[in-house]
Each structure stands twice: as C-alpha cells, then as structure tokens.
C-alpha cells in the first residue's frame, strides 16, 4: 500500500523542489561561465536540502527530525556560499542571483526555526 507523501502540501518542501529547479536552470544558463566545482556543490546541496526535509517530516523521533531539518538548513547555508563563490568568479546576473540568495536565506531561516520549535 502507498502511504500518502508527508510533503504533499507543504510550503517549505515545495520551495526547496523549487529552488533547487530554479538553480539547476540558472546553472545551465551560466554553464560556460560557471566553474564546475561551484555548480556542483551549488547543485548537490540544493538537491540535498528537499531530500534532508522530506526525510525529517517521514522521521517518527522528534530529535532525529531536528536533526534533518538542520542538515536542511545547513545545506542551504552551503548553497549559500557556493552561490557567493560562484559570483566572485564569474560575471553572473545579478537581479537573478540575488533573488535565489534571498529565497535560500528565507528557506534557511525557516527551516531553523522550525527546528528550533521541536525543542520546546
């Protein structure tokens, strides 16, 4: 039997999907300007960050779910870094990538408070 996707509904996972969409076409885009050490962690941590929420919301432990919100919220961080470290190397659209480093900021503070929250 199929259980029902915890995510299904969930603003926070739909943002992550959305932002690791959003980079992967902004990487293609740039391919040429783009080292491919930065796109790659860019990448795998943008990937990582849905996969590590999917995981805290199926997880049953209250601590283990915490701690895969915040290897969420860390691989957020890192996308952070590899955006900046990304920039620093090559001439990259500067509107765009200031509105992904806005919404991977925005994620992040979410996904800390959230396990923040379980703490309580």
Excluded at 78 to 106: C, F, K, Y
């Amino acid at each position: 039997m199929l259980h029902p996707d915890p995510t299904t509904g969930d603003p926070l996972h739909a943002e992550a999907v959305a932002l690791a969409t959003d980079v992967a076409s902004l990487l293609v885009s740039l391919r040429e300007k783009v080292r491919p050490e930065h796109a790659y962690v860019l990448a795998m941590e943008c990937v990582r960050a849905p996969d590590r929420l999917l995981r805290a919301r199926r997880e049953e432990a209250p601590g283990r779910s915490r701690a895969f919100l915040e290897e969420a919220r860390t691989a957020l961080v890192r996308a952070m870094i590899a955006l900046d470290r990304a920039g620093a190397h090559a001439p990259l659209p500067r509107e765009e990538v200031d509105a992904l480093h806005r919404r991977l900021h925005r994620l992040a503070l979410s996904l800390g408070a959230l396990a923040r929250r379980g703490e309580e």
